[in-house]
């Protein structure tokens, strides 16, 4: 009786393909599209059946990874119309970081417990290959025990080009100077139809392929991404998945699958070209979960991006299916730009807070999801190492705080 309550008005396809995917059948793209335009109680089954599928697949840890981005140079004249990251060169706010600004921030993130440095940046017109390797010679020489994630698609097709090399010598060159894995970024939707008008001078759906198919031929593993919210269809989400899968069939490579919200206030895409305002909520779990229950087995870590999302939905997002909450950032302006307002660094102890909300355990990863530390005793917990920042407080407690007043919430008898 109570699972006829339960699941009595749920679309009886729905339920069909939930069933199957939990027995272990390889879902096709019109799945996909059916579970991509549920909502209600068919988007709540998708959701109850994403977190078994995640309990299955890798238990019921939350892994983070303790990581700094550097974008070394906001100039970039590729001019993607949902970016509000890019500058020209003579922009007052343009800039390009020197190798000795890379190196502090190294410093800062290494003493905050960084393991990874997350390096992209815009497509600087005065810079190739060369630059590349100096930022991972320079940063390996300073910090060889961090792990350096670094440059996308996007970038390394840019600095190929400029060397002269072939695509795999070039990327081992790479590899040789430090590189220890890939973003998977600069996929938005891989659908020539829609790259053509969301970035039309951005590389192509083949070349993505093929850069990111020859990174993994040598080892070099990457993420995978996908860009939602803004003018595609669910049946070119369900088509970009399916192309991931099939690479992670042929390669092995992928590490990780984040579905990544547009971010719509300050870009053209939205303001100009008509693109919708962003995810749902809705459309953030759909995805989670879908990606979920299509990729399995052959990508079983989904990440949320708090930074699009926001650190509830993201917490929500991982009782649908997700298992990872990706970075603490430290420094994040990509998003920032087109107009996130989630903050740039989210730190350990706050990770490790909204993970045990949901009554579920931390654990801190490498960039390539071996497990450094488990967190099962909140008492045992590391001490901070965050900067200090003062604290702002409102109402009366601010005025007795300045006046010296050891106890803020002191109740002062008057007259």
């Given at each position: 009786m109570i699972l006829e309550r339960l699941f009595g008005d749920v679309n009886p396809l729905v339920l069909e393909v939930l069933e199957r995917a939990l027995g272990g059948a390889e879902l096709s793209v019109d799945d996909a599209v059916l579970l991509l335009e549920t909502g209600g109680a068919d988007l709540q089954a998708l959701m109850r059946a994403a977190d078994v599928a995640r309990r299955e697949d890798v238990g019921d840890d939350i892994s983070f990874v303790?990581?700094?981005?550097?974008?070394?140079?906001?100039?970039?004249?590729?001019?993607?119309?949902?970016?509000?990251?890019?500058?020209?060169?003579?922009?007052?706010?343009?800039?390009?970081?020197?190798?000795?600004?890379?190196?502090?921030?190294?410093?800062?993130?290494?003493?905050?417990?960084?393991?990874e440095f997350c390096i992209q940046a815009g497509i600087h017109p005065n810079k190739d290959h060369t630059h590349y390797h100096e930022v991972l010679t320079t940063l390996k020489e300073h910090f060889p025990q961090v792990h350096i994630h670094a440059f996308s698609p996007e970038e390394m097709d840019w600095g190929h080009r400029k060397s002269g090399m072939e695509l795999a010598d070039y990327l081992r060159w790479l590899v040789d100077a430090g590189l220890g894995t890939m973003p998977g970024t600069a996929a938005e939707i891989l659908d020539d139809e829609i790259r053509q008008t969301i970035s039309p001078r951005k590389l192509g759906r083949d070349r993505w392929i093929e850069i990111v198919e020859a990174a993994h031929s040598i080892g070099l593993n990457s993420t995978s991404t996908l860009m939602y919210g803004h003018i595609e269809t669910a049946r070119h989400v369900a088509e970009h998945l399916a192309l991931l899968r099939e690479i992670q069939k042929r390669t092995g490579g992928f590490t990780e699958f984040v579905p990544l919200g547009y971010i719509h206030e300050r870009n053209t895409l939205f303001n100009h070209l008509g693109a919708r305002p962003g995810a749902s909520v809705s459309e953030d779990l759909k995805l989670v979960a879908v990606s979920r229950l299509f990729l399995r087995p052959w990508i079983p870590n989904i990440q949320v991006s708090w930074v699009?999302?926001?650190?509830?939905?993201?917490?929500?997002?991982?009782?649908?299916?997700?298992?990872?909450?990706?970075?603490?950032?430290?420094?994040?302006?990509?998003?920032?730009e087109s107009g996130s307002q989630y903050g740039e660094n989210l730190p350990p102890e706050q990770m490790r807070r909204l993970i045990r909300e949901i009554g579920r355990t931390p654990v801190e990863r490498s960039t390539t999801y071996e497990v450094l530390r488990r967190f099962d005793d909140p008492a045992a917990d590391p001490p901070s190492l965050e900067p200090e920042r003062p604290q702002e407080l409102s109402g009366p407690a601010r005025w007795r705080l300045r006046e010296g007043d050891s106890d803020p919430l002191k109740v002062h008898a008057a007259g």
């Open positions: 303790v990581c700094r981005n550097m974008n070394f140079t906001n100039v970039c004249y590729v001019g993607c119309s949902f970016c509000g990251f890019a500058r020209h060169k003579d922009e007052a706010d343009a800039y390009d970081h020197p190798m000795e600004e890379l190196i502090e921030k190294g410093r800062e993130a290494v003493a905050r417990g960084a393991t699009k999302m926001g650190p509830k939905v993201a917490q929500v997002s991982l009782m649908a299916g997700a298992n990872d909450f990706g970075g603490t950032l430290m420094e994040e302006s990509i998003s920032r």
